[in-house]
């Protein structure tokens, strides 16, 4: 009794005299006796927790807003923060009450507008198009290595934050991915996200509308160094990808959706200012030759884009989409 009492103050009173037994034994047979043990007189496991991690992905979204206090970026921001994503609101460039100023290398090239277009463009569209390209000159001078770039007048899939953390895990080939679109194009199925609900596509005309999008650096590297000439809306820039070898994708379904709203960019297309006669007869020969280059394109990374197909079923919540 003197002993046993000798044993139990020796190793602990937390431990019992069997399980103090056990551990003499060789490792085969402690093994075996182990789980014929009680379960109190059996050595704790120590097991490690778990952390969660704060974000789900490590790309920054930035919403581009000239109402930082308005209900619509509230709610966005929230959304995105509810996602566990890093969200801020970065301002936006007023065009509403004329030529916005210009900064660094930006130049508005009208001549080329009324060539291409046979318009001009208004100052709203002038205001969008520098608010995307110095968030993306912003992005790339703070060193980023993605960012994701929204406008306030969007909302949310439930899968945004999964399937934008997977997109951010992809090759560097993948400079640019829309995450919703206006048009619906012929496209490629690249390969699937979010356990199959999910697809990056890679469609061979551009989807139109510049509402959401992620680029990493090296889509940026391309986008400044050949959008500081402002000839037409940001969205035709990435449109005419083709131009300057920009890899865009996409993503279906869409991870964003359009609210409905009265937009505040006044299109070029509306109240046309008049442009010479002679811009008439130039402008066709300038397409033909712009779509004999995009096929050049096309047919020299044939196995990037092909085989491509139409969706069979509608890509996404705006009402907007063009079929």
Not at 135 to 142: F, L, P, S, V
Not at 284 to 294: D, Y
Request: hydrophobic letters at 35%; proline letters at 5%.
């Amino acid at each position: 009794m003197a002993l046993e009492k000798r044993r139990r103050s020796q190793f602990g009173s937390s431990r019992t005299l069997a399980a103090v037994n056990v551990e003499r034994l060789p490792l085969r047979s402690r093994h075996r006796l182990t789980s014929r043990l009680p379960l109190r007189s059996r050595p704790t496991l120590n097991r490690r927790q778990q952390k969660i991690p704060l974000f789900i992905a490590h790309t920054p979204c930035w919403v581009i807003t000239m109402y930082p206090e308005g209900e619509p970026i509230n709610q966005l921001l929230s959304a995105l923060k509810s996602q566990r994503l890093r969200a801020s609101q970065i301002a936006g460039v007023d065009g509403r009450r004329g030529i916005p100023k210009l900064e660094a290398d930006e130049v508005i090239c009208n001549n080329i507008t009324r060539w291409r277009h046979l318009c001009e463009l208004k100052s709203s569209e002038i205001g969008c198009y520098l608010a995307h390209l110095r968030a993306i000159r912003q992005a790339y001078q703070a060193g980023l290595q993605r960012a994701c770039i929204l406008e306030d007048d969007v909302l949310l899939e439930d899968d945004f934050g999964r399937v934008l953390a997977e997109l951010e895990r992809l090759s560097p080939e993948v400079e640019m991915v829309r995450l919703m679109g206006l048009k619906v194009r012929k496209r490629k199925i690249i390969r699937c996200l979010n356990d199959g609900v999910h697809k990056l596509v890679r469609p061979e005309r551009g989807w139109c509308g510049a509402q959401g999008y992620l680029i990493n650096r090296r889509g940026m590297e391309k986008v400044l160094g050949y959008a500081n000439r402002i000839f037409e809306p940001i969205d035709k820039v990435f449109d005419h990808f083709w131009q300057f070898d920009l890899k865009l994708y996409g993503v279906e379904p869409h991870l964003l959706w359009e609210t409905e709203h009265t937009s505040s960019i006044v299109k070029s297309n509306v109240h046309k200012a008049s442009v010479a006669r002679w811009l008439y007869w130039l402008h066709p020969f300038g397409k033909f030759w712009r779509s004999i280059q995009r096929h050049i394109y096309l047919y020299r990374y044939k196995k990037e884009f092909y085989p491509a197909e139409k969706p069979k079923q509608r890509l996404g919540r705006t009402a907007r989409i063009k079929l």
